[in-house]
């Protein structure tokens, strides 16, 4: 966990940006820290990611989560034995947004803000889930949500609304991860978890490694992405050069699950077609030429 003054420091660097909002300051990464990869160099840079202070005191009112990486992203868990037991958390396919309560008011921010239209939607839905819930809030630690909404579609579909998916401690940063309303976590060995993510058309799972005393080791943690879900998300986004690679029959780029989708593309939908299509449009494509098989 990093102090007021820390972030402050990574932001005078340019390393970070900070949105205030009266008293409330949230602090994220730059986007040169993605493109040039800083976090080895920078490894401070993992608690800046939608972390909220009270610019008025220093004090830590959100504690977003550390950063974590995708399995095999940098090496990540590339020397986990296949045995290794774990515990598994469904990934939901929204946008991140964390609350807690701060003077006796609810608090919520997204990666960058507490005050922007996702920060708004992520209240909206944060609050409907407090109706319902005997879970609420508190000062001293941070709630952390995936948000869904009708209005911000993404690669495979989720129910609406907040799903909450941990704690984190605001005063020693300790996490501790839930399973969200509707869902299960599954213990097996990672080898087991590898298998099964192939069947599996959401996105995938924050996975933990589990003690020989079956604690949950929220410090060893990777992202494990479905194959359904990266072929997906690959053929929705694809860029220009990647869509003339696909055009030309070059489907290297794409995972070989989704390889017959990428040819029912190029055979039925025109390139330039293809290319002026938005993301959703191509999505719905996609889902069309999925169900035929």
């Known amino acids: ?16 940006t900070a949105k205030t909002v009266g008293n409330l300051t949230t602090f994220k990464y730059a986007r040169r820290v993605m493109y040039d990869y800083l976090w080895d160099a920078y490894p401070e840079l993992l608690e800046c990611r939608g972390h909220t202070y009270d610019n008025t005191n220093g004090k830590l009112v959100l504690a977003a989560p550390r950063k974590s990486f995708n399995y095999l992203e940098n090496g990540t868990w590339a020397d986990v034995p296949d045995d290794q ?16 309560v701060y003077n006796g008011e609810l608090v919520v921010g997204t990666t960058g803000t507490t005050d922007s239209d996702y920060a708004k939607m992520a209240r909206k839905h944060i609050e409907a889930w407090m109706s319902t819930s005997i879970v609420h ?36 940063g300790y996490f501790f991860p839930v399973s969200a309303r509707g869902t299960k976590a599954k213990e ?18 924050m996975v933990y ?17 479905s194959p359904y879900y990266v072929g997906k998300k690959k053929l929705m986004r694809m860029n220009k050069d990647g869509v003339n690679a696909m055009y030309n029959r070059d489907f290297s780029r794409i995972p ?15 390139k330039d077609t293809w290319l002026v299509y938005t993301d959703q449009e191509r999505r719905a494509k996609i889902e069309r030429f999925k169900e035929s098989y």
């Open 1 to 16: 966990m990093l102090t007021y003054e820390q972030q402050l420091d990574l932001v005078q660097k340019k390393l970070a």
């Open 85 to 100: 037991p774990v515990i598994a958390f469904k990934k939901f396919n929204g946008f991140m947004a964390t609350a807690s």
């Open 137 to 172: 809030p508190l000062e001293k630690d941070t709630l952390l949500f995936e948000i869904v909404d009708d209005s911000d579609p993404h690669i495979v579909d989720e129910p609406v609304g907040a799903h909450l998916l941990g704690f984190r401690n605001n005063s020693d």
């Open 188 to 205: 097996c060995s990672f080898g087991q978890l590898k298998q099964m993510i192939r069947g599996v058309k959401h996105e995938g799972f």
């Open 209 to 225: 490694k589990l003690s020989p005393s079956d604690d949950v080791m929220t410090d060893q943690v990777c992202k494990l992405k």
């Open 256 to 270: 070989e699950d989704w390889h017959h989708i990428a040819e029912d593309i190029v055979d039925c939908v025109d």
